[in-house]
Nanobody
Framework: QVQLVESGGGLVQPGGSLRLSCAASGFWFLNYAMSWVRQAPGKGLEWVSEINSGGGEIYYADSVKGRFTISRDNAKNTLYLQMNSLKPEDTAVYYC??????????????????????WGRGTQVTVSS
């Protein structure tokens, strides 16, 4: 069965960095676009970034552009999110999600759970001094 397992979250000071990973199994990882979505306490699902199946087409939310970098290693079936210059407003549970298509899409603000066909359980990122 499809599994997406996130790791790499934690507590970091403002201005710090974290690298999230998402290990995928149970499907042909290299055939699908993948996305990072986050959810802050009491808020909806905020789209963060998306990468196409081959890794050459990438989109970011304006709130993270220039600070976050999405990437993937299809040989390792793993998705990554490098997060630099972290801010307190980046505090959230970060989810990786599998898109039902190979191409990436630019999304704006919130997404629905049904926009992606599989989700991981998430990893907590807390940015605080």
């Amino acid at each position: 069965q499809v599994q997406l397992v996130e790791s790499g979250g934690g507590l970091v000071q403002p201005g710090g960095s974290l690298r999230l990973s998402c290990a995928a199994s149970g499907f042909w990882f290299l055939n699908y676009a993948m996305s990072w979505v986050r959810q802050a306490p009491g808020k909806g699902l905020e789209w963060v970034s998306e990468i196409n199946s081959g890794g050459g087409e990438i989109y970011y939310a304006d709130s993270v552009k220039g600070r976050f970098t999405i990437s993937r290693d299809n040989a390792k079936n793993t998705l990554y999110l490098q997060m630099n210059s972290l801010k307190p407003e980046d505090t959230a549970v970060y989810y990786c999600a599998k898109a039902p298509r190979p191409y990436a899409q630019q999304k704006y603000s919130m997404v629905a759970h049904s926009d992606y066909d599989f989700w991981g359980r998430g990893t907590q990122v807390t940015v605080s001094s």
